[in-house]
């Protein structure tokens, strides 16, 4: 039942979230939905046909959010495209 306290047999898992700037609350994300090779001369850059493969597709696990600016890689990388995104969050 909803907004009754009860013990879980299994705990919930947290809401992955993160901060609201300039503010103190936290916005909740379930889903991220992403675009990629929408810029073409990146994507035949990369090795990709922009016009053949579909450009969505989604972030399977949110709870790997980080908002601390950090931008961890392997080591031995030596391919790494770093890019910068638009948020929308929908209520």
Request: glycine content about 6%; charged content about 20%.
């Amino acid at each position: 039942m909803h907004g009754t306290t009860s013990s879980y047999v299994i705990e919930p898992t947290a809401v992955p979230s993160i901060p609201v700037a300039g503010t103190d609350k936290m916005f909740p994300v379930h889903r991220v939905y992403c675009v990629g090779r929408n810029y073409a001369a990146h994507a035949v850059e990369m090795g990709h046909d922009p016009n053949k493969e579909p450009p969505f597709f989604f972030q399977k696990n949110p709870d790997n959010l980080d908002t601390t600016g950090e931008f961890p890689y392997p080591p031995a990388s030596n391919d790494v495209h770093h890019e910068i995104e638009m948020v929308v969050a929908l209520k």
